[in-house]
């Protein structure tokens, strides 16, 4: 775990999650170098949290081979932070091997998505957090151990989720030591104001553990989902480039949020991202020549930021 | 003027602007049958505020040749309304003679762009807004008269825009005689911070004058700040099916917030539209067929709503 303070409280972190959650459904995968300049163009264009993968198996996951480079990568660039998912003990021992920052353990607010997504319960998720924060204090690297819990705001296979278990998931992994918790719209099942109601009462109860919120544009809301959870006190939020990545529960509908269109509404909600959106926009680019058969999405790129007037705030 | 109420306070009115701001751009316009024929098909989903052409001249804008018979179309279907931009006295004129039920008057938040875009001051604007009031009382019809302030969140010629401008225009608007007054983020410039704030003083200081916010979803904001002025209290947004229309400010950017996720966004926030998205987007369906060459955008006719869930108020 690094020194300095990786999801300071009186600004926005936005989380670039391309390289990970982006790459779950392309047909084809950059290379290492590839993906390293990738990292190092969206480093200069002033981005500093990057999810860089999930320790799997290297048969099933070929897209995460390269997992302990791009972490050594990171590692290297001063006030950067790297996460990946840790879904099994097993996962956790390779990532504690390596300089990641933060381990993220996923679960799920049902216990119906918990068991597909992941093969294991929702209680037996709580006590990987556990593992993985007894673990860690072996590691030099002493990571810091995140959750984050999908299906939030609605479950592809329950259905409606009540907010009330959402909350006391919430309260599980942060009894069990999680230093952050995110709250998942797997599914781009959300709409703003669930968003702030939810995210409301997770702030409010998780007190100086910081709250994440990790949204898919499914349904053109994500951009007002962003929103609302701003306006509700959350300051970590997760995007990924281009809006990179698909979602196996709704076929042929856009994927993360776009990470370049989070930097926008950042700014123009008066909150300092200290992220060049030209830059930025070289870097999506980029992104499109290294994945050339993937479909890009986001606003920003389109029709450029509003020169005329006023929209950064520093 | 119809005597049931155009616009309830305790709900949210949604206008459908296709057939006038959505034709501003279009390479080619539908025949007046396909025309009506779009308008039923919305009237069976449940739509009932139709904004259908502008009063000009028929030489230089064939596109509203038809607007006579659209409106008297409208006013055939028991509790839908049609308005319409009326941006001089011949179009007054011209106006009073129909049974529409709301005369539009547009000018500006900046002198510059109003005189770049009526080609008159806000001065004189605001002036025909009193002749309006004054002429409608003539017509056995009695139509309300709306104005609305355009580049109220930011200017194409001018730049940022006070708040304060804003405010004391739509003031202006009210005491020249306006029973409805809309900000319109007319070149996509806003983002939903700004959105709320400028839609909280406004609805504040407009007391019981119906408040209208009309968006551009030209950066993604889109339904951000449909969401936002939602949140201040504005019970009427404006959009076009498909988000038809592109804004001559801003090449190659999308148009107007799509009318379709407005009534996604508004059901998932709580308000009772009472229009099937279904039918909507059989509607939507009909659109692209009699205008082949334009693209239409929107989300959920893509993605469709999340069946699992409950995402429907009514």
């Not at 392309?26 to 163009?41: C, G």
């Not at 998720?125 to 556990?130: H, S, T």
């Not at 702030?196 to 949204?215: Q, T």
């Amino acid at each position: 775990m690094r020194e300095d303070n990786m999801y300071p409280r009186d600004t926005i972190s936005l989380r670039e999650l391309s390289l990970r959650d982006g790459l779950q459904m392309t047909k084809t995968f950059p290379s290492t170098e590839d993906k390293l300049n990738l990292i190092q163009m969206e480093y200069d264009a002033g981005v500093t949290h990057f999810e860089v993968g999930s320790f799997l198996p290297v048969k099933s996951f070929p897209q995460f081979a390269d997992i302990r480079n791009l972490i050594s990568y990171v590692s290297d660039l001063p006030k950067a932070y790297s996460t990946a998912l840790t879904l099994n003990e097993r996962a956790i021992d390779d990532a504690l091997d390596t300089p990641l920052d933060e381990m993220v353990i996923a679960l799920s607010a049902t216990e119906e998505h918990c068991q597909a997504n992941i093969k294991r319960s929702r209680e037996s998720a709580v006590g990987l957090i556990r593992t993985a924060v007894k673990k860690r204090k072996s590691s030099i690297y002493n990571p810091m151990v995140a959750s984050a819990i999908s299906v939030s705001f609605g479950c592809s296979i329950s259905g409606d989720v009540d907010p009330d278990d959402v909350l006391d998931m919430a309260l599980q992994c942060a009894e069990a030591g999680a230093d952050q918790i995110a709250i998942a719209d797997t599914v781009g099942f959300a709409g703003p104001k669930q968003v702030y109601e939810l995210s409301k009462r997770v702030v409010s109860a998780l007190g100086d553990i910081p709250v994440v919120v990790h949204l898919h544009d499914t349904r053109g809301t994500g951009i007002a989902n962003a929103y609302a959870a701003m306006e509700a006190g959350v300051r970590v939020l997760d995007g990924t480039l281009g809006g990179l990545g698909g979602c196996p529960f709704a076929p042929g509908a856009t994927g993360n949020v776009s990470f370049e269109d989070l930097v926008y509404l950042s700014e123009r909600s008066g909150f300092c991202t200290n992220i060049n959106l030209d830059k930025l926009l070289e870097a999506r680019n980029f992104l499109a020549t290294i994945l050339p058969g993937e479909q890009l999405f986001g606003a920003i790129a389109k029709a450029k930021p509003p020169a005329p007037i006023k929209w950064q705030t520093a």
